[in-house]
């Protein structure tokens, strides 16, 4: 006894303005508003202060530390207390990227050059 099975159509889904692939190279999309540049550019001043002064303060930060870097850095987003917060959590975040790179054997690969830039930065102050 043979059994018969009927098939029924299915819908097909329709897609609009779907567009081609390009290539698969990562890009920086800035859903939020975290500004990278402004995490930059502090990095660089506590490099720059780092080599002026031989030594990058430990936290608690001195007022002449948190002062340099608000006036080297044009149109800085933190002042005092956290702009000092805000340096504790850059390091924290390296760190925190480098006891990861030690359980895995090995460091990241990092593609966005403007996270290769803070890498490489907070690798030379706190690594």
Do not use: C
């Not at 081609?20 to 939020?32: A, C, F, I, P, V």
């Not at 936290?59 to 917060?85: C, H, M, T, W």
Request: proline fraction near 7%; charged fraction near 25%; aromatic fraction near 14%.
């Amino acid at each position: 006894m043979s059994e018969s099975y009927e098939l029924k159509p299915i819908n097909v889904p329709i897609f609009f303005n779907l567009e081609r692939g390009g290539t698969s190279e990562s890009k920086l999309e800035k859903q939020d508003d975290y500004d990278y540049d402004h995490d930059l550019a502090i990095l660089k001043v506590i490099y720059q202060y780092y080599f002026n002064d031989g030594v990058i303060p430990p936290p608690p930060y001195s007022k002449k530390f948190i002062d340099y870097i608000e006036d080297s850095v044009p149109n800085v987003k933190f002042r005092g207390q956290a702009l000092a917060n805000k340096i504790v959590m850059l390091e924290h975040h390296f760190l925190k990227v480098m006891k990861m790179a030690a359980r895995v054997g090995y460091y990241p690969e990092i593609i966005h050059p403007i996270f290769r830039k803070i890498f490489n930065l907070s690798m030379g102050l706190w690594g």
